[in-house]
């Protein structure tokens, strides 16, 4: 065995750790272990294998320092391949003494500190990755003595200070550069345009600033529509095969500003070109329209201004356009329809006016189609019909009106449609519906819309809110497998279906009759919001420790009795409305169960008795408590100085006395409120479920929701309190 030259075994399920009998091999030329399950540490006794030319560790489990005695394998090694392990600690400074070394890879693994200045032997290295790691400072300037160097991959790690303008001066072989996801900072230096073999550069995700260097337009091999590589090192590194079709600039998620430079127009061979999440603003150049090899194009999240240019009806290879979020206005031009590649387009949240184009109808290829939160009006055209690919079309948010189209019906792959607040009218039939078999996701909202749905049982999120439902919902409505539905704001009357999943906002309406108890058997049931109905009786006494509610709103109602004991059962439950009902008695000792409670509000009811210290001591993440307008006597509970996280608490109108606590002064969250974070009522299942309160001010009641983790109110009014309030630095910044 230690003739043995070569030793091949990658993929194979090996498990366990490398052998140190591995250093006898003394004569091996090649070892390759990739892609095996091998575990603990590299053995010292590497260092032995004095003829090795490729050294392939990648993709296992091993862990530990890199040993330095790799050092040693200078005379010959040329690849070494240690990516996607579990490495720490920094990289060994005798790497460097590799004098043959053409591929480095130690990219995946958990490698901390800087990298070593010591790069003037390994002058022959081609290739350079050290990417998703722990690394950080600054880009050692011996990195310029590589002046062979094509690819330099940096990206993912916590890099700090500017790009060296060295890179662009010495590293003139330079096709890759890969520094996203770091903490550089400072100008894009104008030098990396000498980088004329440049193909790939990716500066996203840092804190660049300033405006993009108009030297970037020198980028002779992204001019050129051919490049091929001037060679191969291994099938070890997965870009080689299509490093010369892919000519990419991204510095997106920057704070970089200024106009977009025209000279970025003349890189023809460019195909991917992303300068979104900056703060350009402008126009958009129309030298863009020339960059005819353009595949993907995103300038989404800056302050654009103007008009698309006409010169884009030219980008017939585009396949990607984002030019969302941005303040775009005139017209969607017509041109669009030319580019019959487009998958995805984007023009959402701008100031675009006028006709939604009938040459969008030539867009036969599209799959997503985003033109909401603009000012669109007129009718959708019936040129839709042609999307045949669409799965996900947004056209809410405008002012778009009549009928809705019979020609939708033809989109078959259409899984998402959202239609919402516009000024639609007329009846969507079976006849829309009946090829939309794939369609999950429903938005009809603040429209005036008669809808039948009968035949949709694939729809998984449906919001019919504010549609100008008149009527009693058929039995069969409730078939469906949504598990999301939003029908408040209607004037929907009749008692409660009798089947329901999930989510459900049956809010402002006229339903009446009392709560079924079949509602405690619904495990999914994860928000349930019928407030302001005319529902009576009293709440189920039938919840289980199945449930999985998050969220209760029973609001506004003509609920009687107490609240049940088993609500105990609900340890999910972050938000609990109750208010204005006629619930009585005293708060069961069963609610401390509940301790993951956030938001608490059982104000304008006729509960009795003592505020129960208890709240205090269980509801630790509690920031909203309202327990207004009730017949509560007795003091308030010092305990409550133990909730750091209230911001709003309001026990007006009861029959409290004596002096407020002073430990009440220990409520951070009221004082700096600045500091907080949005509040913790956005659930993770379902984040656009927004929570509300009733304040009263001045007499004046204000409903509050989106901005509720910004207001700090103390209310004690109305009550016989004692004593003084001068001393309780709290009210400084808050609503007494």
């Known amino acids: 065995m230690t003739r043995l030259s070569q030793l091949t075994l990658v993929q194979c399920s090996l498990i366990g750790s490398i052998p140190s009998e591995i250093g006898y091999l003394t004569s091996l030329t090649d070892l390759s272990l990739s892609g095996n399950s091998l575990t603990g540490q590299i053995p010292i006794e590497i260092g032995n294998l004095s003829n090795l030319t490729n050294l392939d560790l990648s993709h296992n489990l091993l862990s530990g320092f890199i040993p330095p005695e790799i050092g040693t394998l200078s005379p010959l090694l040329v690849y070494l391949f240690l990516s996607r392990n579990y490495f720490r600690g920094s990289i060994p400074p005798d790497i460097c003494d590799l004098q043959q070394l053409y591929a480095l890879d130690l990219s995946n693994n958990q490698i901390s500190g800087e990298i070593p200045n010591c790069w003037r032997e390994a002058t022959k290295l081609f290739f350079v990755n050290l990417a998703n790691n722990r690394l950080w400072g600054k880009i050692p300037d011996s990195i310029g003595n590589l002046s062979n160097l094509e690819f330099l991959h940096l990206s993912d790690n916590k890099f700090s200070g500017d790009i060296p303008t060295w890179i662009g001066q010495s590293l003139q072989n330079l096709e890759v550069l890969r520094l996203r996801s770091n903490m550089f900072s400072g100008n894009i230096p104008m030098q990396l345009g000498q980088l004329r073999d440049l193909q790939i550069i990716d500066l996203s995700d840092n804190r660049l600033s300033g405006s993009v260097p108009h030297s970037l337009g020198n980028f002779s091999a992204m001019i050129s529509i051919s490049k091929s590589m001037s060679s191969t090192i291994s099938n070890n590194v997965e870009f080689v095969t299509i490093l010369n079709l892919v000519k990419s600039i991204d510095l997106s998620d920057n704070e970089l500003s200024g106009v977009i430079p025209t000279e970025i127009g003349s890189l023809f061979a460019l195909q991917t070109l992303n300068l979104s999440r900056n703060s350009f603003g402008g126009r958009i150049p129309a030298a863009i329209g020339r960059m005819k090899s353009l595949e993907t194009l995103d300038l989404s999240f800056n302050e654009l201004s103007g008009v698309i240019p006409e010169s884009f009806s030219a980008l017939d290879s585009l396949s990607h356009l984002n030019l969302s979020y941005n303040n775009l206005s005139g017209s969607i031009p017509a041109g669009i329809g030319n580019l019959n590649g487009l998958r995805e387009l984007y023009l959402n949240y701008n100031s675009f006016s006028g006709p939604i184009p009938i040459e969008i109808g030539n867009l036969t290829g599209i799959r997503e189609l985003y033109l909401d939160h603009n000012s669109l009006f007129g009718v959708i055209p019936a040129e839709i019909e042609n999307l045949i690919g669409l799965w996900e079309l947004y056209l809410s948010d405008n002012s778009l009106s009549g009928p809705i189209p019979i020609e939708i019906g033809k989109l078959s792959n259409l899984t998402i449609l959202s239609l919402s607040n516009n000024s639609l009218e007329g009846t969507m039939s079976e006849l829309h519906f009946a090829n939309l078999t794939k369609l999950s996701e429903l938005n009809l909202s603040e429209n005036s819309l008669a809808i039948w749905l009968r035949s949709q049982n694939s729809i998984e999120d449906l919001d019919m809110s504010n549609t100008s439902i008149e009527d009693i919902l058929p039995d069969w409505f409730w078939n469906n497998s949504a598990s999301s539905i939003n029908l408040s704001q209607n004037q929907i009357h009749g008692t409660l279906p009798t089947s329901l999943e999930h989510l459900l906002d049956l809010s402002y309406n006229h339903i009446n009759g009392s709560i079924p108890s079949f509602i405690c058997d619904l495990t999914q049931l994860r928000i349930l919001d019928l407030s302001s109905n005319q529902i009576s009786g009293e709440m189920p006494w039938c919840w289980q420790e199945t449930n999985s509610l998050f969220y209760i709103n029973l609001a506004d109602n003509k609920l009687s009795g107490e609240i049940p004991s088993s609500i105990e059962k609900l340890t999910q439950l972050r938000s609990l409305h109750l208010n204005n009902n006629s619930l009585h008695g005293h708060l069961p000792l069963s609610l401390k169960n509940c301790s993951g409670l956030v938001f608490l509000d059982l104000g304008d009811n006729k509960f ?62 009221t004082k700096t409120y600045w500091q907080r974070h949005s509040t913790s009522l956005s659930y993770d299942f379902d984040d656009t479920y927004d929570d509300s309160i009733t304040l009263t001010i001045k007499g004046k009641s204000f409903i509050v929701s989106t901005i509720v983790n910004l207001v700090n109110i103390i209310d004690f009014s109305n009550n016989n309190l004692t004593g003084e309030i001068e001393k309780l630095g709290l009210f400084k910044d808050s609503k007494l």
């Open 608 to 669: 009795s008795g003592s505020i129960p210290t208890w709240i205090a001591q269980n509801f630790q993440k509690l920031e909203v408590l309202r327990l207004c307008s009730n017949m509560f006597f007795g003091n308030i509970p010092t305990e409550l100085g133990q909730l750091h996280h209230l911001h709003i608490i309001d026990l007006a109108n009861n029959n409290l006395s004596g002096p407020i606590p002073r430990t009440f002064d220990k409520l951070n969250a």
